[in-house]
């Protein structure tokens, strides 16, 4: 069994280390630099009150 | 010109962090990063000085990072910021130091991740039997990171809601154990007069019990990871100093029972030796469903441990990145997870080669000296907050008691743990602070260049006394 899951494990990784990639790809390409990179320390945002799911 | 530049940075969309966190998050980011140490680390203390030594050095250790959750509970509550100690560095010592903490709290965290991962592949191989090879092995170091990287990329409640549930499963079969083995009736199944006896309580003496120190850490070690969550929580001043002493409760009473139950299971020349005290005291119980529980509770507790170190390792990642103590662009925050997404990907890589070229020995080793470093910036910087801002020129969400006694003890204990260290492991240490003073040398003669110094200071605080 736990060779099974060890095969599994490294077909896993690599699905989910694409799958980052691709989101890492998309996201870069889609939003600028300046706002992905817009973040400063000491300005913080309240999750209930601007956040939308 | 210059007023269509500020207009055009005025419509940027900011992303920051997502503060969604609650003191059970904190305290789910603590103790799942140290639960581990009860189920594999803290035993090697007994093989440097004996089951005693291993006791002393649980409450002595005890001690040291009780003073580590006050001091860290008392200045995160006031600088709530990602990057924890490094931001407190910051603003309190100077650039320098806080580049190095930032780097002690990578490797530390970075570095014990390493080690869980091993862990679980060790654990995984124990019980695999034949056919199980180095790809097998491999394959569950590989999943085991890249896993975790993904879920913390994912978002940080899903992350540390994951952690709350399996360190609790983790804690929970400690004291399910606890109760199995029948503690108030010492002879049925425990036997700790026959275990530690007066002529092997201390084998080595007293200085089997300073050797002790080195692995005695694993107790407690990562603890102060909790302040890496500053930024996301939702109250910090209330929710960090609530977490983290919850959490330094929550491993002193677990500590306790597991050196308990280990030493009156197993002597003294075994439990120094084992990989597995738990899971071993499981075994020696004679019941399957024990074994099976510890088998279990070993790999998740070093998943949530290997989760939560991805958490920390990344967000003090970031914060160089945004401070420009490293390139910008790591200072990215997914817009849509709200993560810092490119740091994770980055540490992910470099956890995998530790992972597949070190043993559990360096890799523990590597995290120890990282974090007693930290400590020991840890004990300068409570004194230089107190004297610089003293009690009542700003606002504290904590204030710690006993000033500067917490301090000073911190201080003594690193000193001495260092010399622990020393004992077994001082090419190491050696390598390492070499590695650090390298790397200050880097940063103050290259990289600071790219600093912007004022944008660095964000904290509201009116002048330290004596500037």
């Given at each position: 069994?736990?060779?099974?899951?060890?095969?599994?494990?490294?077909?896993?990784?690599?699905?989910?280390?694409?799958?980052?990639?691709?989101?890492?790809?998309?996201?870069?390409?889609?939003?600028?630099?300046?706002?992905?990179?817009?973040?400063?320390?000491?300005?913080?945002?309240?999750?209930q009150e601007t956040h939308k799911v | 010109m210059s007023n269509a530049t500020a207009s055009a940075a005025d419509t940027v969309k900011k992303i920051s962090l997502l503060r969604i966190l609650g003191p059970g998050h904190v305290w789910a980011l603590g103790v799942g990063i140290v639960l581990v140490g009860e189920?594999?680390?803290?035993?090697?203390?007994?093989?440097?000085?004996?089951?005693?030594?291993?006791?002393?050095?649980?409450?002595?250790?005890?001690?040291?990072?009780?003073?580590?959750?006050?001091?860290?509970?008392?200045?995160?509550?006031?600088?709530?910021?990602?990057?924890?100690?490094?931001?407190?560095?910051?603003?309190?010592?100077?650039?320098?130091?806080?580049?190095?903490?930032?780097?002690?709290?990578?490797?530390?965290?970075?570095?014990?991740?390493?080690?869980?991962?091993?862990?679980?592949?060790?654990?995984?191989?124990?019980?695999?039997?034949?056919?199980?090879?180095?790809?097998?092995?491999?394959?569950?170091?590989?999943?085991?990171?890249?896993?975790?990287?993904?879920?913390?990329?994912?978002?940080?409640?899903?992350?540390?809601?994951?952690?709350?549930?399996?360190?609790?499963?983790?804690?929970?079969?400690?004291?399910?154990?606890?109760?199995?083995?029948?503690?108030?009736?010492?002879?049925?199944?425990?036997?700790?007069?026959?275990?530690?006896?007066?002529?092997?309580?201390?084998?080595?003496?007293?200085?089997?019990?300073?050797?002790?120190?080195?692995?005695?850490?694993?107790?407690?070690?990562?603890?102060?990871?909790?302040?890496?969550?500053?930024?996301?929580?939702?109250?910090?001043?209330?929710?960090?100093?609530?977490?983290?002493?919850?959490?330094?409760?929550?491993?002193?009473?677990?500590?306790?029972?597991?050196?308990?139950?280990?030493?009156?299971?197993?002597?003294w020349q075994y439990l120094g030796f084992t990989y597995y005290p738990l899971l071993d005291a499981g075994k020696l119980t004679g019941s399957a469903l024990l074994e099976n529980m510890m088998f279990a509770a070993t790999i998740l507790a070093a998943l949530a441990s290997a989760n939560g170190c991805i958490n920390?390792?990344?967000?003090?990642?970031?914060?160089?990145?945004?401070?420009?103590?490293?390139?910008?662009?790591?200072?990215?925050?997914?817009?849509?997870?709200?993560?810092?997404?490119?740091?994770i990907i980055f540490l992910v890589p470099i956890a995998l080669a530790f992972a597949f070229i070190a043993n559990l020995g360096q890799a523990i080793t590597f995290s120890i000296l990282s974090g007693v470093l930290h400590y020991t910036f840890m004990s300068v910087n409570i004194m230089m907050f107190r004297n610089?801002?003293?009690?009542?020129?700003?606002?504290?969400?904590?204030?710690?008691?006993?000033?500067?006694?917490?301090?000073?003890?911190?201080?003594?204990?690193?000193?001495?743990?260092?010399?622990?260290?020393?004992?077994?492991?001082?090419?190491?240490?050696?390598?390492?602070?070499?590695?650090?003073?390298?790397?200050?040398?880097?940063?103050?003669?290259?990289?600071?260049?790219?600093?912007?110094?004022?944008?660095?200071?964000?904290?509201?605080?009116?002048?330290?006394?004596?500037?």
């Amino acid at each position: 069994m736990w060779i099974m899951i060890a095969n599994a494990g490294w077909i896993l990784a690599a699905a989910l280390f694409l799958w980052m990639l691709y989101d890492w790809f998309r996201v870069d390409t889609t939003y600028s630099e300046a706002t992905l990179t817009s973040s400063r320390e000491g300005e913080i945002e309240a999750y209930q009150e601007t956040h939308k799911v | 010109m210059s007023n269509a530049t500020a207009s055009a940075a005025d419509t940027v969309k900011k992303i920051s962090l997502l503060r969604i966190l609650g003191p059970g998050h904190v305290w789910a980011l603590g103790v799942g990063i140290v639960l581990v140490g009860e189920y594999t680390g803290w035993n090697f203390a007994a093989d440097k000085g004996g089951t005693l030594a291993a006791l002393i050095i649980c409450w002595v250790i005890g001690l040291l990072y009780t003073s580590v959750a006050m001091i860290d509970s008392e200045v995160t509550s006031t600088v709530a910021a990602a990057g924890g100690q490094y931001a407190q560095a910051k603003h309190i010592v100077g650039p320098l130091m806080a580049f190095n903490v930032a780097l002690y709290l990578v490797f530390a965290y970075t570095m014990l991740e390493v080690s869980n991962a091993i862990l679980i592949a060790d654990t995984v191989k124990a019980y695999a039997g034949e056919g199980f090879t180095d790809w097998h092995y491999k394959g569950i170091i590989a999943i085991v990171i890249v896993g975790l990287a993904a879920l913390n990329y994912r978002g940080v409640l899903m992350t540390l809601n994951v952690n709350f549930v399996i360190t609790a499963i983790a804690y929970l079969a400690i004291i399910v154990l606890f109760f199995s083995v029948q503690p108030w009736s010492q002879g049925t199944i425990l036997k700790l007069n026959e275990m530690v006896t007066p002529e092997n309580a201390l084998p080595y003496g007293w200085i089997g019990v300073i050797a002790a120190f080195h692995w005695g850490i694993w107790f407690y070690l990562g603890i102060e990871g909790t302040t890496q969550a500053a930024e996301e929580v939702r109250s910090p001043a209330r929710s960090l100093p609530y977490g983290t002493m919850a959490g330094m409760i929550t491993l002193l009473i677990g500590a306790s029972i597991t050196w308990y139950i280990c030493a009156s299971l197993m002597p003294w020349q075994y439990l120094g030796f084992t990989y597995y005290p738990l899971l071993d005291a499981g075994k020696l119980t004679g019941s399957a469903l024990l074994e099976n529980m510890m088998f279990a509770a070993t790999i998740l507790a070093a998943l949530a441990s290997a989760n939560g170190c991805i958490n920390d390792a990344a967000r003090a990642w970031f914060s160089l990145g945004r401070d420009r103590y490293l390139p910008q662009w790591f200072s990215a925050v997914h817009p849509v997870y709200r993560t810092p997404y490119r740091s994770i990907i980055f540490l992910v890589p470099i956890a995998l080669a530790f992972a597949f070229i070190a043993n559990l020995g360096q890799a523990i080793t590597f995290s120890i000296l990282s974090g007693v470093l930290h400590y020991t910036f840890m004990s300068v910087n409570i004194m230089m907050f107190r004297n610089k801002w003293p009690l009542g020129t700003i606002q504290r969400g904590y204030t710690h008691p006993f000033h500067p006694l917490p301090a000073i003890v911190l201080l003594a204990l690193c000193v001495v743990t260092y010399f622990a260290i020393f004992l077994g492991y001082g090419a190491q240490l050696t390598a390492m602070v070499v590695f650090y003073v390298i790397m200050s040398l880097w940063f103050h003669f290259y990289r600071y260049r790219y600093v912007k110094r004022g944008d660095q200071f964000t904290m509201p605080w009116p002048k330290p006394r004596g500037y």
